[in-house]
């Protein structure tokens, strides 16, 4: 076992610990019929939220880690492609400007470790297949600068599911 995937599982696990707890919260509240209960939604939204951010984190970046297993890309700027080695089933791919259709970019904006690595690129071929690229194999800056004229789309947010 990596430290990123101890990370997941603490993510996970943090996550569910904020689940229960509000669960817990929401149960308290309900029995109280009495005094003003402001504090105690602000406390709730909070709390749910919370348990949101550290799941949704944890489950994208599985997400991610499972879409990249036993890839290699290495990048040409010379002939201005991208080579993806496939450790699972032996295959190599050159990936060059005459066979992309679009690329789309979406950035993380967050810049610290919790979510700065949620961002990727998406490679529209011209036979209409996909490849995505985490952040964590290839900048999409690098993505950007090698494939320019192809980019149809850059979205930038807080974390991003592959679609």
């Known amino acids: ?85 496939n450790s699972k089933n032996g295959k190599t791919d050159i990936i060059n400007n005459g066979l992309i259709k679009t690329v789309e970019l979406y950035y993380s904006w967050n810049t610290n470790p919790f979510s700065s690595d949620l961002g990727y690129s998406k490679i529209t071929l011209k036979n209409n297949s996909n490849i995505f690229i985490t952040q964590n194999k290839v900048n999409q800056s690098e993505i950007k600068s090698l494939f320019r004229k192809k980019v149809t789309k850059e979205k930038s947010r807080f974390m991003n599911r592959m679609k």
């Open 1 to 85: 076992m990596n430290f990123k995937s101890l990370g997941n599982i603490l993510d996970l696990g943090i996550g569910i610990l904020f689940l229960g707890f509000s669960l817990f919260l929401t149960v308290k509240i309900v029995q109280i019929t009495s005094g003003k209960l402001t504090l105690a939604y602000i406390s709730l939204i909070i709390f749910y939220w919370l348990s949101y951010l550290f799941l949704s984190t944890a489950l994208i970046r599985i997400q991610y880690r499972n879409s990249e297993k036993g890839i290699d890309i290495l990048i040409d700027d010379v002939e201005k492609n991208l080579t993806l080695k």
